[in-house]
C-alpha cells in the first residue's frame, strides 16, 4: 500500500465534487424521484471488474457525504493498493434514493483515477532497477488536475510541475520565438535562469544533440531530450556528463520506456498517463 496525500483541502475537493454533482444534477434525478420512495434504505458494494491499482476513494467518498450525510461510506482498501478481479473495495449504505443519485459520478472519479494508477504501476514496473524516475506532465483533464496527478502518485510514479508556476520549462516555441528576434539558444537559457525565482529550476527542451552545449552554458538544470530515441538517448547522457539532470520525453511507451531508461536518463515523462489512460472497468452492486 502507497501512502499518498490528495493535493486538495477538504473545502475544495468538496467544491469539485459540488461543481460535478450541479453537472449532472440539473433539476434532479427525475428518474430516482420518480421511481424511489425517500424511506427506502439500500447497501451496495463498489467492486474492481478488474485488476488495478486503487486511486480515489476518498473522492468517491465526498460525492455521497456532500450529496447526502445520512449515506455511510466504509472503505476496505486505500488508494495505492493493487487488487484483484472481483475486490471489493468500499461498501455503502443508506437512503437508496442518494445511492442512486450519486452512483455514476463516484463511479466516474473513481473509474478515471484508478486507471491513471494502473497504467503508471505498469510504467513503473517496466522502468523497475534502472534508476529512472517517471513523471507526468501538464496534459491532464481541465479541472481535474491535481486529482489525476494524485493518482499518477497513487501508481507509484512522481508529479512534474503542476501549473507553469511551479518552473521554468523552456520549450521549442519559446525557442523559435526567441530565435525570431535574434536570440541565440545560450541567451535564451540565461534570460530565463536569470529571471528565475529562487528555488526554481530551469529546464530546457531540446531535439538536437548539439544543441546541448548551449543549453548547459546558458545554466539549465534540466535538459529535455524530446522524441529522441533510446541510442540517441544514450549519446545525450553522455554529452550532458552529469553537469544537468537529464530528461527523456516525447514517444515514450510501455514497449520502448524501458529502453530510454538504459540509455541513462535521470527522468522518463509521459502524457499518456493522463491524457491516454483507460478508465477502469468499477462497478457498484446492490445487495
Known sequence: MRVVAIQLSTDELQAQVRRALAEDLGWGDVTTQALVDPTVQARGVVAFREAGVVAGLPV??????????AVRWQSHHAD?????????VAEISGPAASLLTGERLALNYLQRLSGIATLTA?????????????????????GLRSLEKY????GGGSNHRHG????????DNHIAILGRQGVSLQAAVARARAAAPHGLRV????????????????????????????????EAVRLVAGRALTEASGGITLANARACAEAGVDLISVGALTHSARALDIGLDFE
Open 60 to 69: 468517491a467518498a465526498a460525492v455521497f457525504a456532500v450529496l447526502d450525510p
Open 80 to 88: 495505492g493498493d493493487a487488487v484483484a478481479t472481483g475486490t471489493s
Open 122 to 142: 505498469r510504467y513503473v514496473q517496466e522502468l523497475e532497477g534502472t534508476g529512472a524516475r517517471l513523471v507526468d506532465t501538464r496534459k491532464t483533464t481541465p
Open 151 to 154: 493518482a499518477v502518485r497513487c
Open 164 to 171: 507553469l508556476s511551479d518552473g521554468v520549462l523552456v520549450k
Open 203 to 234: 529546464e530546457v527542451e531540446v531535439d538536437r544533440l548539439d544543441q546541448i552545449e548551449d543549453v548547459i552554458a546558458g545554466g539549465a538544470d534540466i535538459v529535455l531530450l524530446d522524441n529522441m530515441p533510446a541510442p540517441v538517448l544514450a
